[in-house]
Nanobody, 120 residues
Framework: QVHLVESGGGLVQPGGSLRLSCVAS??????YGWNWHRQPPGKQRELV?????????NYADPVMGRFTISRDDSKNTVYLQMDRLEPEDTAVYYC??????????????WGQGTQVTVSS
């Protein structure tokens, strides 16, 4: 079993920055890919950014140039650096990992979410 725990959310003023973290624990052998998703109030969940095991990254158009996804495999952790935040970035942010355990194939795991609120 694998557990993902996000941290780093909070209240920030427009133009500010936050750094989200997501740590995988439990039966973690290899993490193939990480993604960050978000769900704004009253809207559907959407993909924000992704990073592969080879460190190839992709971003949704609304966050391109403002958000940076990175990973530290020594810590089983993925980060989302969010700069120049806008009120439209307000959402619950979820991490998602494609993770294999020892002796098991890869499965899709999700964290519980962390709230990001951008407001003056």
């Amino acid at each position: 079993q694998v557990h993902l725990v996000e941290s780093g959310g909070g209240l920030v003023q427009p133009g500010g920055s936050l750094r989200l973290s997501c740590v995988a624990s439990g039966d973690v052998f290899s993490i193939y890919g990480w993604n960050w998703h978000r769900q704004p109030p009253g809207k559907q969940r959407e993909l924000v950014a992704g990073i592969t095991i080879g460190n190839h990254t992709n971003y949704a158009d609304p966050v391109m140039g403002r958000f940076t996804i990175s990973r530290d495999d020594s810590k089983n952790t993925v980060y989302l650096q969010m700069d120049r935040l806008e009120p439209e970035d307000t959402a619950v942010y979820y991490c998602n990992g494609d993770i294999a355990g020892r002796g098991t194939g890869s499965l899709d795991y999700w964290g519980q979410g962390t709230q990001v609120t951008v407001s003056s």
